[in-house]
Structures are given as structure tokens and as C-alpha cells.
């Protein structure tokens, strides 16, 4: 159990759908990471935020969005869903905000099937 | 964007030494090596990393090349549970950028 959570483990939603993928940090860290992980692509970096800011982006699309809450839990909102957003999407935190100083924490993922 | 090179699969006997290269040419002076494993669809788990000194951990030793061009991670006594996806990763900066990693098949 690395500390991480992330909610729905699960989630099957329709074309055009928006859905919410919630991550809690472990205890402590100030910052998390989104990555998406689909079978053609491997895991891809989306976002990180650092004590409620944006502090990275990466391959994002427009039709995604995140926050991180005061409390450092974060949101990952994902609009105008298509076929290809079906994937594995995986929240990790850090205490930095640094990837280099230490080690990413991962949470199980959320499972998003787009019909 | 990743910018690691690693066989794409590797096997290895229960027991014994499992020693997994990497190749990273281009990385700079600052750049760590850090190396994760997923095993089946669950979430990366962080092994090991290191900047230009060999690191050894409850888990894993990390040998890294004077030149930094390359390392290898060794599970000194791999088991079934160590079959997983190894990712060698350079990183500095706020990101983690995943490869294709190394899908390590630990055998009976």
C-alpha cells in the first residue's frame, strides 16, 4: 500500500461523457503527478501540481483538466470523452515538488473504460 | 521523450541473479537514474535510484558507469513475485518520463 488513493478504482462511461478521477496524496506530500497509461502509449505524463499550483505539464489535452484542493487532494477532470481515453489513469505524490529528490509514490490507478 | 534505451524483454531462473541494462548516452551532468517496476496493471513502484555512485538497497543495487552513459539494475536473488515491467528513467526537473522499460520474466 503505498498511501496513495485514488477513486473509482473503476468507471465505464459513454462517448461525449465527463467524468471526475479523485486522488489523495499520501500524508505529508505537497505534490501529485497524473500519468495515463494506455496500451499504445505507456505511461504518459499529463500533470503535476505542487501545494495547490500547477507546477508541470505534459502531454495534457485540452479537454482535460485538474486541480489540487487545499486539502492537496486532486481532481482530474476528463470532458468530451472519446474512444481512445479509455485507459489507466494513475496518480502519484512526492513530498518535493521535484521529481529528482525522491521517489513517486503511485497510487493503484483508475480504470476508465469509454464505450 | 524518454530518453533510455532497454531490451524490451529479459528472463531469468527463481534464485538467481537478475541484471537488467539501461543505456542512457545523453543524460547530463545533473540528471538522476531512477529505476520503477509495474508489476501487471498495478501502480509503478519505485526500486532504486542514483546520480553517479552505486546504491544498493533492501531491493535492488544500482551500478552506474563512471561515464554515467549506462547502468544495470541487479535483483541479486530474483523470485516470481519480481516478473514486472523495469523502467529506467532519467529525470530532473518536475516529471518522471517512462520508456518502454524492460518486461523481466522470472522462471521456476
Known amino acids: 500500500d503505498s498511501g496513495v488513493t485514488q477513486t473509482p478504482k473503476h468507471l465505464i462511461t459513454a462517448t461525449g461523457q465527463r467524468v471526475t478521477l479523485r486522488c489523495s496524496p499520501r500524508?505529508?506530500?505537497?505534490?501529485v503527478y497524473w500519468y495515463q497509461q494506455s496500451l499504445d502509449q505507456g505511461l504518459q505524463f499529463l500533470i503535476q501540481?505542487?501545494?495547490?499550483?500547477?507546477?508541470a505539464k505534459g502531454n495534457i489535452l485540452e479537454r482535460f483538466s485538474a486541480q489540487q484542493f487545499p486539502d492537496l487532494h486532486s481532481e482530474l477532470n476528463l470532458s468530451s470523452l472519446e474512444l481512445g481515453d479509455s485507459a489507466l489513469y494513475f496518480c502519484a505524490s512526492s513530498v518535493s515538488g521535484r521529481a529528482w529528490t525522491g521517489e513517486l509514490f503511485f497510487g493503484e490507478g483508475s480504470r476508465l473504460t469509454v464505450l | 521523450d524518454a530518453k533510455t534505451t532497454q531490451p524490451p524483454s529479459m528472463d531469468c531462473a527463481e534464485g538467481r541473479a537478475a541484471n537488467l541494462p539501461c543505456n542512457h548516452s545523453t543524460i547530463s551532468g545533473n540528471e538522476y537514474v531512477y529505476w520503477y517496476r509495474q508489476i501487471h496493471s498495478q501502480g509503478p513502484q519505485y526500486i532504486i535510484h542514483?546520480?553517479?555512485n552505486n546504491e544498493t538497497n533492501e531491493m535492488a543495487s544500482l551500478i552506474i558507469t563512471e561515464d554515467r552513459k549506462s547502468s544495470t539494475l541487479i535483483l541479486p536473488h530474483a523470485t516470481l513475485r519480481d516478473t514486472a515491467v523495469y523502467y529506467c528513467i532519467e529525470t530532473s526537473g518536475s516529471r518522471l518520463t517512462f520508456g518502454e522499460g524492460t518486461q523481466l520474466t522470472v522462471n521456476p
Open positions: 501540481y505542487y501545494n495547490g499550483e500547477e507546477r
Open positions: 500524508s505529508g506530500d505537497l505534490s
Open positions: 542514483g546520480l553517479k
